[in-house]
Each structure stands twice: as C-alpha cells, then as structure tokens.
Nanobody
Framework: QVQLVESGGGLVQAGGSLRLSCAASGSIFSIKAVAWYRQSPGKQREFVARSSTDGNTEYVNSVRGRFTIGFSFTQDNPKNTVWLQMNNLKPEDTAVYYC?????????????WGQGTQVTVPS
C-alpha cells in the first residue's frame, strides 16, 4: 500500500507560482511512476504531469514549460515527496489537484491517490 497526502494549494494571482507537495509513505519502493491530475468543477479529472521513477517525464500541452514534476524517494528519508512546481499560473489552472502513484505489488499495478488540494487562480 502507498499513502499520499497533498499540501501546498491556495489562492494565487495570475502569473504567480505555487509548489504542491505530496508526502508519500508505505511501499515507496514499489512505486514505478508518480503523477499529478486535476479536476475542475463540472469537468472530468485530467492528467497534468507524470514522472517515471527512472526520470522520464511528460506533461499535458497546456502546462508544458510552466509546470515541473519531481520526486525524492530515499530509504533514510521519512519525508518521501512528490512535488509539482507551477509557474506563470493562469485562471484555467484553477482545480483540485491530486497526487497519484502507480505501484507494482506482487506483479500487479495499482493506482493510489491523495485527497486533493485546491488551487485557485482568479481571473
């Protein structure tokens, strides 16, 4: 099992920056990829960014060049973290942001989710 807890959301003016964090615990070294998704009112949850644990990243076109995903998983660090650095924020970035981890446990892949953190960028 993997537990994820997001933090760092808030209200920021257009053009500003926020850094979302996701504290990960449990079977950390079963994680194969981490990702951020977001969901706006009335819309489906959408993919934002992903990083495999070997460092390959991908981004949705609307955030590429503005957002950066990263992670730090170490055996001795009790604060294993996934982050999303968001720069030049726009009103359309307003959403609840969810941290995701895909872990391979006993040969099967499982998705784990955090509870979400609200990001608001007023127009």
């Amino acid at each position: 099992q993997v537990q994820l807890v997001e933090s760092g959301g808030g209200l920021v003016q257009a053009g500003g920056s926020l850094r979302l964090s996701c504290a990960a615990s449990g079977s950390i070294f079963s994680i194969k990829a981490v990702a951020w998704y977001r969901q706006s009112p009335g819309k489906q949850r959408e993919f934002v960014a992903r990083s495999s644990t070997d460092g390959n990243t991908e981004y949705v076109n609307s955030v590429r060049g503005r957002f950066t995903i990263g992670f730090s998983f170490t055996q001795d660090n009790p604060k294993n973290t996934v982050w999303l650095q968001m720069n030049n924020l726009k009103p359309e970035d307003t959403a609840v942001y969810y941290c995701n981890a895909r872990a391979r446990i006993r040969g099967d892949d499982y998705d784990f989710w955090g509870q979400g953190t609200q990001v608001t960028v007023p127009s």
